[in-house]
């Protein structure tokens, strides 16, 4: 019986790899700055049939976020971090759009974080909290029938955390749930869910 076919983005990270190592049941195709240059994706994608699954664990926001602590932050500082940030979320765009023409079942998982709900809480933090909206806007924007999108935040992330978050997210994946993000810390919380929203 043929494996599915699943592309991991973001590989490096003890927990990547402790999420890889429950995907054995898949073909797993690992892409990261090692092999991939997220600048180009027209170069990546060029010849490739699309997955059955998707997870999406670059954490460029927590590398290019600042600090802004008061109303005299650095205005180049501030687009210093956008323009950081820009190579890997155009990447994801790109993808997500790819995906979203695409004529067969896939299901996205991208790895973020819930502070985009409570970013009151760490005022400090603003930016990171906009480049995360950023990834979540782009991920919710690209759902379709057959293009079912999750995202999952690690919340309190720690080498203990690792297995059991891990099991979650390949629970997750294979699940019909869909235009949610879930929240793992303290229990698996559906932070977000947008397939019962109501439009008036």
């Known amino acids: 019986m043929e494996q599915n076919e699943l592309w991991m983005f973001g590989v490096s990270s003890d ?16 892409f990261g700055r090692a092999n991939l240059d997220y600048s180009n994706f027209n170069s990546f994608i060029e010849n490739k049939k699309a997955p059955k699954k998707v997870i999406f664990n670059a954490n460029i926001e ?3 976020s600042i600090d802004i602590l008061d109303y005299n ?3 180049k500082e501030l687009l210093s ?3 950081n940030f820009n190579d890997v979320f155009c990447f994801l765009v790109k993808l997500l759009k790819w995906l979203e023409h695409q004529k ?7 790895i973020t974080s819930s502070i985009t709900q409570w970013p009151f809480k760490h005022k400090q933090n603003l930016s990171y909290s ?3 909206s950023l990834g979540q806007t782009a991920l919710m924007t690209c759902a379709t029938e057959n293009l ?5 935040s690690p919340g309190g992330l720690s080498p203990e955390r690792f297995e059991d978050y891990a099991k979650i997210i390949k629970q997750k994946i294979e699940s019909d749930n869909t235009l949610k993000i879930y929240e ?5 919380e559906e932070v977000v869910n947008l397939s019962e929203y109501v439009n008036e």
């Open 148 to 152: 079912k999108v999750i995202g999952i």
């Open 15 to 30: 927990f990547s790899k402790s999420i890889l190592e429950q995907l054995n049941d898949y073909n797993v195709q690992k």
């Open 73 to 75: 932050f650095d205005n």
């Open 62 to 64: 927590e590398r290019t």
């Open 104 to 110: 067969t079942p896939i299901t996205f998982c991208l």
């Open 130 to 132: 906009l480049l995360r």
């Open 184 to 188: 793992l810390y303290n229990g698996v």
């Open 81 to 83: 971090s956008f323009e």
